[in-house]
């Protein structure tokens, strides 16, 4: 079969691949880490307030990742390594996914209603979200746009706890900075495979402005001080020996990371990216469930 005779894709398949749905798996095991933790020691479970967590990541994982598609699209034509996406490539419309965007922003505060009759979610609903679609106009005026990412993430355990309980848990700033220490890091390893043309573009990374080799041990710095984070708060939170075994785990494979990638060799970045840091996430997420369960 050639090219030209492949059933086109769905709608829906499409606006997935273009949000890269399955990334979700970065960010959702925080929240729900989060919101675990809450059900087990200060709030009452309800299924409102389940579905409540699940349909705000997703929202605003699509809305952020949509406008950063919508945003980037001029940029994404001219990149050899992005030119095959949706918008430069024709297989979706700037405005079907400015579109998306807007509705799947509109979702995001509709379903802060679930969490009633707490009323911060929806009164914090519009700042976090212009946080949230800011990241993708940040690479233009500076290079710390990976840690704007990563505080974009690190607010999901601290908004989960906000939403189940309307207070907030001091031991979960140390998860919060791990994530933020963490997402920064995988996020510098994979912005160096476009070091160079965000350098033509005038375009502003770490990469692009330290170059590679200094980015990377940026990078190391970064996920040292995540793993530190994350012993933190095994210590500082309920969780206790379980936990901490799954944190050296994941400490272990964070050291795997920075091994598949070197400045001469940037081919397995993208497993770096995902492969690794889904292990990472969804792991920590079983092991904080089994520690509660275990009470060990």
């Known amino acids: 079969m050639t090219a030209a005779e492949q059933p086109r894709p769905s709608q829906l398949s499409l606006y997935l691949g273009l949000i890269r749905f399955s990334h979700t798996i970065f960010a959702l095991p925080f929240a729900l880490l989060s919101a675990i933790l809450a059900w087990s020691t200060v709030a009452p479970f309800r299924w409102q307030d389940l579905l409540g967590v699940l349909l705000c990541m997703v929202f605003a994982r699509t809305a952020a990742m949509a406008f950063n598609r919508y945003a980037d699209r001029k940029f994404d034509a001219e990149n050899p390594r992005t030119a ?8 979706l419309s700037a405005g079907s996914v400015l579109t998306l965007t807007i509705l799947s922003s509109l979702g995001f505060v509709a379903s802060t209603l679930l969490f009633w009759p707490n009323q911060l979610p929806l009164m914090l609903s519009v700042p976090v979200l212009l ?3 800011a990241y993708s106009l940040i690479k233009r005026f500076s290079m710390l746009a990976h840690y704007w990412l990563a505080a974009a993430l690190m607010l999901s355990p601290l908004a989960t706890w906000i939403a189940l309980t309307g207070t907030l848990e001091p031991s979960l700033w140390w998860l919060a900075a791990a994530i933020f220490f ?12 476009d070091a160079d043309y965000d350098r033509s573009a005038g375009l502003h990374s770490i990469p692009a402005r330290l170059g590679i080799p200094k980015a990377l041990k940026v990078a190391a710095t970064s996920h040292f001080l995540c793993a530190g984070a994350l012993i933190a708060f095994a210590v500082t939170s309920p969780l206790s020996t379980i936990f901490l075994v799954g944190v050296l785990l994941m400490a272990g494979l964070l050291v795997y990371e920075h091994w598949l990638v070197s400045p001469a060799d940037l081919s397995r970045a993208g497993v770096a990216f995902f492969n ?7 792991g920590l997420l079983l092991f904080g ?4 369960w275990l009470g060990v």
């Open 84 to 91: 095959g996406r949706h918008i430069p490539a024709g297989l």
């Open 131 to 133: 946080f949230l679609l």
């Open 182 to 193: 963490w997402v920064g890091g995988f996020d510098i390893i994979y912005a160096c495979q």
């Open 276 to 282: 690794v840091n889904a292990v990472i996430s969804f």
């Open 289 to 292: 469930i089994a520690d509660l």
